[in-house]
């Protein structure tokens, strides 16, 4: 128990410290459902561009509103698990995703209670600089120059499910908000 802010805090039995270990665990639980979801075998055109998508929205989400339970090292694991369903070179979407990470936990205090088109036009800077450095590690590793469209392509999917995505996560997140923070 925290001794430094005054106030009363419920005492912290079993069921209590459970309900707080699964508040600060659903961003992760969430990222790694949309991960999972994205490589569902379901036929859509264009499925290979979702899981970077959903996990770049996700990460931006979280990493605005609730950066302590989407730590650096939740990401790093995130991203080497979306290289891995996704059949990346392992440390394309882990480099990428950390790097959006920092970028937004930089701007994080910017963009806390911001109008929701400023978010979303600072997501669409940041998801189309990460679809860049995909391509980018794209073409390093395989020592020739890629087309741009399905960087493109990726980074506009990422930008178009944005709106319905951060609806949806900002639902999830006031589901867990913890009443005993404020």
Do not use: E, K, N
């Not at 419920?10 to 410290?17: K, S, Y």
């Not at 790694?32 to 859509?44: D, E, F, I, K, Y």
């Not at 939740?74 to 920092?102: C, E, I, K, T, Y």
């Not at 493109?152 to 990422?158: G, S, Y």
């Amino acid at each position: 128990m925290d001794h430094r802010r005054p106030g009363i805090r419920p005492h912290l039995t079993p069921a209590r410290r459970l309900d707080l270990a699964a508040r600060h665990a659903m961003p992760a639980a969430v990222t790694l459902a949309l991960l999972l979801l994205a490589t569902a075998p379901v036929g859509l055109p264009g499925q290979a561009q979702l899981l970077p998508a959903l996990a770049m929205v996700s990460v931006f989400h979280w990493s605005v509103l609730r950066p302590i339970d989407l730590s650096p090292p939740v990401v790093f694991v995130l991203g080497l698990l979306a290289d891995l369903l996704g059949l990346a070179p392992v440390g394309v979407m882990l480099l990428s995703l950390l790097l959006l990470q920092a970028v937004v936990l930089r701007w994080r205090r910017t963009l806390l209670g911001r109008h929701f088109a400023l978010l979303w036009a600072s997501f669409a800077a940041v998801a189309l600089a990460a679809s860049a450095l995909d391509w980018l590690l794209f073409c390093l590793l395989s020592l020739r120059l890629l087309p741009v469209a399905p960087m493109l392509f990726q980074a506009a999917v990422a930008i178009a499910i944005y709106p319905a995505l951060a609806v949806l996560l900002r639902g999830l997140g006031r589901l867990i908000a913890d009443p005993s923070a404020g």
